[in-house]
């Protein structure tokens, strides 16, 4: 069993719905949460970072997470095709004493909002 | 959020050969990390380069197949070497940013073995 499940999609939507991302993990004991966007032949590009369990919204973006369900989620509203990209989600354990945290991603979605 | 450049972009190659892919941040950054994200998958560390100690191996890759400078601050290099067609992939470095738990990316540097 892979530590960060996520459904590699595609998802496609029209511009303007709702879109939501999803990952489960098995390793209780991440505590940081990410979800990073690529654009084709870009780098990953950072769009959310939560530590604890609840909601945090940004713009058009709200990141969930659910510790007890080992269940985390993006939520795009309005989708628009400037959306179009694959979602990476990303988590990490607590900071050694270096602080360095290891990034475990999830195999990524892959959305496409057409006009 | 660090500004993270690499060279080259993309590169063909020849198996047998070795490339070596640059690495530049805009700051002063402590902790450098390179990626391998082959194609239609994840992301896989390669390794971790803290400045001034030699670079932490993730499981499966070696310091012989995959040696990594990191001479200063600011500067990396991964060297991809005896290329197979199996190396084909996209090679990203990344540094951890303002939150230490978070990392930032480069545009990544897209690598063909024939």
């Known amino acids: 069993q892979k530590e960060v499940e996520q459904d590699p999609g595609p998802l496609s939507v029209p511009e303007g719905a709702i879109v939501s991302l999803n990952c489960t993990y098995s390793n209780s004991a991440f505590q940081y949460f990410m979800w990073y966007r690529q654009y084709s032949r870009k780098g990953p590009e950072l769009l959310m970072y939560t530590y604890s369990s609840g909601n945090k919204e940004d713009g058009r973006f709200t990141a969930q997470v659910d510790k007890s369900s080992k269940y985390i989620s993006l939520f795009i509203r309005d989708s628009q095709p400037s959306d179009s990209a694959t979602y990476l989600c990303?988590?990490?354990?607590?900071?050694?004493?270096?602080?360095?945290?290891?990034?475990?991603f999830g195999a990524g979605t892959r959305l496409a909002v057409h006009p | 959020s660090a500004v993270i450049s690499q060279k080259p972009s993309r590169d063909i190659c020849q198996r047998g050969t070795s490339l070596t892919i640059q690495c530049q941040v805009d700051s002063q950054v402590t902790m450098m990390f390179w990626y391998r994200q082959q194609p239609g998958q994840s992301l896989t560390l390669i390794a971790t380069a803290n400045q001034g100690s030699e670079a932490t191996y993730e499981s499966g890759f070696v310091i012989d197949k995959f040696p990594i400078s990191r001479p200063n601050l600011t500067f990396s290099t991964l060297t991809v070497s005896n290329m197979s067609p199996e190396d084909s992939s996209i090679y990203l470095c990344?540094?951890?940013?303002?939150?230490?738990?978070?990392?930032?990316f480069g545009p990544g540097t897209r690598l063909l073995v024939l």
């Open positions: 990344s540094s951890t940013g303002r939150a230490k738990e978070t990392q930032y």
């Open positions: 990303a988590m990490s354990l607590r900071g050694l004493s270096g602080g360095y945290n290891k990034l475990i």
